[in-house]
Structure formats: C-alpha cells, structure tokens
C-alpha cells in the first residue's frame, strides 16, 4: 500500500441501483465455485448489495464441468444456509432465489438431455460461454434449449472479445431470442477498457435486457461500493430500462 491509498479517503456506498431492484447475478454461496470463500464473506457482499441500492438477490453459482462440478440439489441445500446465516446476521437484504450460471461447453449438452436447470425467477436460465475462445456449437445448444421451452439470458456478452458488437452471431441470437445481461462493473472498467466499451456500445443499440453485479468476493464489493459513486454509471440506470425489476 502506497502512502497516497493509506490516506485515500474509501468511497461510501449510494444507492444507484435501486431502480433495478433485484441483482440476479452474483457468487455467494460460499465455496462451490470461485465465489465467495466463506459465509462471513458472503453476508459482508449480500450488505453491500443492500448499501447499493438492491432490495433483493437472486444467487447464481458456477455450473462447470470440470471445474465446478456442482448438482443442483447439493446447491440448494447450501443456499438454504446462506438463508438461515443471513438472517441470523440481520442481513437487510432479501435472498429472493437460487438460480446458476451455466457454461456452455463440452460438459453442458448432458444436461440438455437431464434438464433440472436453476432458474433465475423460476423463469430464465442464465449461460456464460468460455471468456477466452469460441466453442462451436453453443449457439446450436441454446437453440435446443429454446426449442424445449427455456427461455435463456447470456450472461456478460461484452466479455467475450471474439463476440463482436452487432456482429452477424450477436445479432442472431438476439434474432433468436436471448436476453443479454451486461455486468455492472465492467461499466467502470473492472474488466479492462475492451469491455467496458463494448458494455456501452452495447447499452446504446438496445439488446441490453438485464444488469447483474456478478459479485464473487469483497474485491468485487469494495468495486461496487467505488460505481455506486460514479456519476456516468448512474446515468446510464437513469436512461436505460432493464427487466430486473420484472423478475420477482
Ligand atoms: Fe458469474
């Protein structure tokens, strides 16, 4: 720590994002994916969402095979105490559901054929694809989920450098019908300057339906904490409607 952050005065929380009402992204059951380490850490993220302005939270752990190999039962069981901890703790903000985050990858197309999906409201199911390369064969993946009846949000496409902005693939799946959700951080530049650009090109063309913190840990807290204080973003809630306040 350098003598200037010592003295930097820390930013304090505003309540910009009371308008969406519900975050329906973010990483607090603790120790099931990369996520939040411990439920000390989680209920300290859950009071930060609180002080931004949210009222209530949706959960949406990693689904990932390998890597997190979770069950959707053993994931509920485990939201149930974050509940229960929350509460305890007098945690302000209501825990409104359990949802996932699912990687379309080579993993995924089991679950096509065995679908027990979390879904964010009991209603949208939320997929990620790889952030670094293109799989083939994902946009063909969600068309069968859709063909089964799911209604499906992509989670963070301004993450995905090989994605490009109004693009043929981009705009086919919006022709298709997926919902896209844009993280919050990355209109500060949390993810770096590529992303944030391409989170506000594209809140301007008007395929952004959802917005979600995706927080994961205090870093990704004290990060929001610092945007609840950033004018830009804070106009960018003023002039763009989500359907987050739809959900629950
Ligand atoms: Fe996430």
Redesign the pocket.
Known sequence: MTIFNLFKKKSEARPIFAALGTDM?C?LIPQVDDGSKCMEESIDCLNTLKAVGYNKVII?P?FQHPRFPNTEEDIVRRYEEVIRAAREAGVEIEIAGIGG?YRIDSGFKPRLENPRFLKVADKYVLV?FSLHQQMMGCDEMIFDMQMKGYEVIL?HPERYPYLSVGGTRMEQLKNQGVFFQVNALSLGGFYGEEARRRAFAMLDMGIIEFMGT?THNNLYAQALTDLSCNRKVEKVLEKYEFLNNTLL
């Open positions: 992204h990483h949406t990693h985050e990620e989670a995706d």
